[in-house]
């Protein structure tokens, strides 16, 4: 069954460092999500992507995050300058349809922690 | 008031009962409705979408009220392996890409 990959699966990194999380999304999905879960708390949307651009984002997603498709494949989130306050889960997600038409397909999460 | 509402929970129910979560939500504008399931520490998962005519899965029914603004999901004849936090997701029309999760309600379901 098709799936949604991200790597890495847990980074440790020191406040103020520069962070790629990856996400490789299933391959005939157009549409492609970055959400974030701190601990205990609700899933947040980040931001959405289509036609290699963003097509929605949230208040959370300021200057410092950026998302990029370098390649037909990956699709990345940077955090330019990490904040202790940025630890948490970060989901990527992907879908055929925009995402009022039907299933968001998650991966299985990229656990950051910033010391 | 949040976008989107859901009963505090947690729930903790026998094996076999009929358990009911509400969600309500803020915006009228809200186009599409969702149920997703987390597991401790995982992914969100897709239980069911939730139509205005309501709709069945097995054991799973979800309703919505758009009137009232809120959807349901009832779960009959609950498993152990029905464990888990419901997610109630809304997205609006306006925002087609963004889809709002609710807290989530965590169920137990006990021997």
């Known amino acids: 069954e098709p799936e949604v990959t991200q790597t890495p699966s847990h980074q440790v990194t020191q406040m103020g460092q520069e962070v790629i999380l990856r996400c490789v999304p299933i391959?005939?999905?157009?549409?492609f999500y970055w959400y974030r879960q701190i601990l205990g708390q609700k899933v947040e949307f980040l931001v959405s992507f289509y036609n290699n651009e963003i097509s929605e984002k949230s208040e959370i997603f300021d200057d410092q995050f950026s998302v990029e498709r370098p390649d037909g494949s990956n699709f990345t989130l940077k955090i330019r300058s990490t904040k202790l306050e940025d630890s948490a889960m970060y989901f990527c997600?992907?879908?055929?349809?925009?995402?009022?038409?039907?299933?968001?397909?998650f991966g299985e999460g990229s656990r950051l922690t910033v010391l | 008031r949040k976008e989107v509402e859901q009963d505090p929970g947690p729930f903790n129910v026998p094996e076999g009962a009929t358990v009911a979560f509400n969600c309500t939500y803020s915006n009228s504008a809200s186009q599409s409705f969702f149920w997703y399931r987390q597991d401790c520490r995982k992914e969100p998962k897709l239980l069911m979408s939730?139509?205005?005519s309501g709709n069945e899965d097995g054991r799973f029914t979800a309703q919505l009220n758009r009137a009232s603004q809120y959807i349901s999901l009832l779960i009959r004849d609950s498993k152990l392996s029905d464990s888990a936090t419901y997610l109630c997701?809304?997205?609006?029309?306006?925002?087609?890409?963004?889809?709002?999760f609710g807290d989530g309600t965590t169920l137990t379901v006990k021997p």
């Open positions: 939730v139509y205005s």
């Open positions: 997701v809304v997205i609006y029309n306006t925002n087609a890409g963004k889809s709002t």
């Open positions: 391959s005939n999905h157009l549409y």
């Open positions: 997600a992907s879908s055929e349809g925009a995402a009022n038409t039907g299933e968001l397909f």
